[in-house]
Nanobody, 121 residues
Framework: QVQLVESGGGLVQPGGSLRLSCAAS????????MGWYRQAPGKQRELVAA???????NYADSVKGRFTISRDNAKNTVYLQMNSLKPEDTAVYYC???????????????WGQGTQVSVSS
């Protein structure tokens, strides 16, 4: 059994910062790419940022220069540092990871439960 547990969401004023964390636990053999998605009310879930197991990153155009994704492989944790937040960043943020469970030969996609980020004055 594998779990992804997110933390760090909340309410922040425009221009503020938040740092999201997502820790994977369970019978983990290896973790491939990890990423953050978000879903605003009435909109489809979209990729915000992703990071490969070797540290290569990619970002949605809307967050480039403001958000930074990183990971700590020793802690099976991925982070999203969000700066210069805007009201349009308001959404539920979900962590995603490709995880190979011990004893299996393939990765499966796992999702966290989501954490609310609200940007408002």
């Amino acid at each position: 059994q594998v779990q992804l547990v997110e933390s760090g969401g909340g309410l922040v004023q425009p221009g503020g910062s938040l740092r999201l964390s997502c820790a994977a636990s369970g019978s983990i053999f290896s973790i491939g790419a990890m990423g953050w998605y978000r879903q605003a009310p009435g909109k489809q879930r979209e990729l915000v940022a992703a990071i490969s197991s070797s540290g290569n990153t990619n970002y949605a155009d809307s967050v480039k220069g403001r958000f930074t994704i990183s990971r700590d492989n020793a802690k099976n944790t991925v982070y999203l540092q969000m700066n210069s937040l805007k009201p349009e960043d308001t959404a539920v943020y979900y962590c995603n990871a490709g995880i190979r469970v011990g004893g299996l030969k393939y990765e499966s996609a796992y999702w966290g439960q989501g954490t609310q980020v609200s940007v408002s004055s």
